[in-house]
């Protein structure tokens, strides 16, 4: 029922219906509230291990212990979770009351000087994790932005092979409008015709090999660019969705589970799980 209100309320022939869906034209589950039974879910996960990887250096670590409190109230409650917090300043972490079966791993990460390059650093670091660490900690890997809370409930439904979750400023958009990186000279170009939505790399995940594959590959995406003194339109974000257009995800997330409280079409959004903190860009950058 809610997935045909929410076709009701595109009236227009113009919206792009592709992402109001349940199903992915290559039958992935599209996640929105109301397509799952949370209880069959649980239980199938009751020993399930998860992972949440967030990035806090410079400015970023005030957004930390909000991020924190609010995994804590919502997201995977019940679940044995561990937290991978990357920052340059582990001693001023702020650390919040963890329930039992959550652990919190804090380690020491360089800061990069420009900005485009600390959020490219994290797939780096994510290749090194999800090789080393993470296969003996955790089955399933989430990767947050941390300048977001939680808000409602984000559980064991998200979990699959390889998750991604649509732009919540694209989901109406069409396919020709996704801020794709369209320069054939970028690893991250995207040919006119390809792509099914457009990714937001603020919150994806997938097993943990899974979570290797990807990583290496925007890696590997993001040092080809630099060596031909390049970088892709949205750094990490135009690497991903590159990846995700010829490894497509088994899951996708709609956009409740990253919603800005400013776009548009909130209508269509009855849960906002996962939402943006808003913040004075020019300050954070300096
Ligand atoms: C700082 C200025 C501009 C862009 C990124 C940063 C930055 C990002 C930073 O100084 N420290 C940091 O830890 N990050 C990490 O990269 C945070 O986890 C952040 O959520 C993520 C992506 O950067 P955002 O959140 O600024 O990207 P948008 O697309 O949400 O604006
Ligand atoms: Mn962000």
């Given at each position: 029922m809610a997935h045909c209100e929410r076709k009701l309320l595109v009236k227009s022939g113009n919206h792009r219906k592709m992402a109001l869906n349940v199903l992915s034209p290559w039958?992935?589950?599209?996640?929105?509230?109301?397509?799952?039974?949370?209880?069959?879910?649980?239980?199938?996960?009751?020993?399930?291990?998860?992972?949440?990887?967030?990035?806090?250096?410079?400015?970023?670590i005030r957004f930390l212990q909000l991020f924190l409190e609010s995994a804590e109230r919502y997201f995977m409650v019940g679940h044995k979770v561990t937290y991978y917090v990357f920052t340059d300043k582990v001693d001023e972490v702020v650390k919040?009351?963890?329930?039992?079966?959550?652990?919190?791993?804090?380690h020491s990460v360089v800061a990069d000087q420009r900005w485009q390059d600390v959020s490219m650093?994290?797939?780096?670091i994510?290749?090194?994790?999800?090789?080393?660490?993470?296969?003996?900690?955790?089955?399933?890997?989430?990767?947050?932005?941390?300048?977001?809370?939680?808000?409602?409930?984000?559980?064991?439904e998200i979990l699959g092979d390889l998750v991604a979750t649509i732009h919540p400023g694209y989901f109406l958009a069409e396919p020709q409008?996704?801020?794709?990186?369209?320069?054939?000279?970028?690893?991250?170009?995207?040919?006119?015709?390809?792509?099914?939505?457009y990714y937001m790399a603020a919150f994806y995940g997938g097993k943990v090999d899974k979570i290797y594959r990807l990583s290496m590959a925007c890696k590997?995406?993001?040092?080809?660019?630099?060596?031909?003194?390049?970088?892709?339109?949205?750094?990490?974000?135009?690497?991903?969705?590159?990846?995700?257009?010829y490894n497509k995800p088994t899951k996708v997330l709609s956009p409740e589970y990253i919603w800005d409280t400013k776009l548009p079409h909130g209508e269509f959004i009855k849960k906002k799980r996962f939402i943006a903190v808003h913040k004075d860009h020019q300050e954070v950058r300096n």
């Open positions: 039958l992935a589950p599209i996640v929105w509230d109301g397509t799952y039974d949370l209880s069959i879910l649980d239980k199938q996960h009751n020993n399930t291990r998860i992972g949440l990887f967030v990035f806090a250096v410079k400015k970023y919040p009351k963890i329930a039992d079966g959550r652990i919190l791993q804090l650093r994290r797939m780096e994510l290749t090194v994790y999800t090789k080393k660490h993470m296969p003996n900690e955790i089955d399933y890997l989430v990767c947050a932005d941390v300048d977001m809370v939680f808000n409602d409930h984000v559980g064991v409008h996704f801020n794709y990186e369209r320069r054939p000279i970028s690893a991250a170009y995207i040919p006119d015709g390809e792509g099914d939505f590997n995406g993001i040092i080809e660019d630099k060596k031909k003194n390049i970088e892709a339109l949205w750094q990490e974000e135009s690497h991903l969705n590159r990846y995700l257009v």
